[in-house]
DNA sequence: TACTAAATGCAATACTGTTGCACTTATTTT
DNA sequence: AAAATAAGTGCAACAGTATTGCATTTAGTA
């Protein structure tokens, strides 16, 4: 990604362009799979925790990024789809973690899952998470 | 939830008797919904918050609950099917969350739905977070 | 009833997430 | 281009949840 793109980025969210902003940006699109804060701080040496906390903050208020939903209590982020802004989320797809490697990618084009709920239930959003091994472990 | 199914429910799991241990379980099954180790320590009274901790973790570990992936940092905890155990979980199910009353149910018994992946990844487990109304509040 | 392995409570610690405030920087206005 | 202003950053401190060690108690078993 060019450094104009990750400009360009910030600015249609309503973001300051910043250092720190556009290296988290590269960083999310140099590895293509889901980053914690702690992910960050090992690749981004030289921005102290809570600015990259609250770039994450900003990057997901914006909808830049979006939460992974997860069951390890640590936050995981992946980037948004170009739909996102800070109005309406658009986080329909698919999260794969591969039991291998560890790595969380976010999965989009593909078919939507039909989704069955009991009768009176009424859906909003839905997430797919789902474990096995990807393209590179399998 | 009969006294004598609960003690049922940890005998199969191989997990020894105790009060709070039947507790928790009555808990989960008079609520019918996901609760938190907080949740817990509301209505428990009387017992220490690190035997509520590690009740939890030997419930996780032995097949009797199981974690629920979620973007909120604190973990969330339901009853497993009847199926499982320690040696193989069969999570895949639905967990629909509630945007107005918060309350998180694990929705069983409904088809499943076809999981789509790009050519090359292999899917061991699936895991649906829908959220919405649920049938009290919609 | 006695024995043994497991469960419990208490104290202490680790880790992630979060806020306040002074200072610096990006953008806007003149 | 310089001044004004609103936003971003770093540091220190705090909050909340998760986790471990150890002495004591209890459940299951011989």
Same mark, same amino acid.
């Given at each position: 990604?060019?450094?104009? &793109?990750?400009?360009?980025?910030?600015?249609?969210?309503?973001?300051?362009? *910043?250092?720190?902003?556009?290296?988290?940006?590269?960083?999310?699109?140099?590895?293509?799979?889901?980053?914690?804060?702690?992910?960050? &701080?090992?690749?981004?040496?030289?921005?102290?925790?809570? *600015?990259?906390?609250? +770039?994450?903050?900003?990057?997901?208020?914006?909808?830049?990024?979006?939460?992974?939903?997860?069951?390890?209590?640590?936050? +995981?982020?992946?980037? !948004?789809?170009? +739909?996102? *802004?800070? &109005?309406?989320?658009?986080?329909?797809?698919?999260?794969?973690? !591969?039991?291998? !490697?560890?790595?969380? &990618?976010?999965?989009?084009?593909?078919?939507?899952?039909?989704?069955?709920?009991?009768?009176?239930?009424?859906?909003?959003?839905?997430?797919?998470?789902?474990?096995?091994? !990807?393209?590179?472990?399998?």
């Amino acid at each position: 990604m060019e450094q104009k &793109e990750r400009e360009s980025i910030l600015k249609n969210h309503r973001l300051r362009v *910043t250092n720190c902003r556009l290296d988290v940006l590269e960083m999310f699109s140099k590895v293509d799979h889901a980053l914690s804060q702690k992910d960050l &701080e090992g690749s981004l040496q030289g921005y102290d925790r809570v *600015t990259l906390y609250r +770039t994450l903050q900003s990057f997901i208020d914006k909808g830049v990024l979006h939460k992974i939903p997860n069951e390890s209590g640590v936050a +995981t982020f992946g980037i !948004c789809f170009d +739909t996102c *802004t800070s &109005e309406d989320h658009n986080h329909n797809h698919l999260h794969f973690k !591969c039991n291998q !490697c560890g790595n969380i &990618e976010c999965i989009e084009n593909q078919p939507i899952p039909k989704i069955d709920v009991p009768n009176g239930y009424k859906v909003q959003h839905w997430n797919m998470i789902v474990d096995g091994l !990807c393209k590179s472990c399998a």
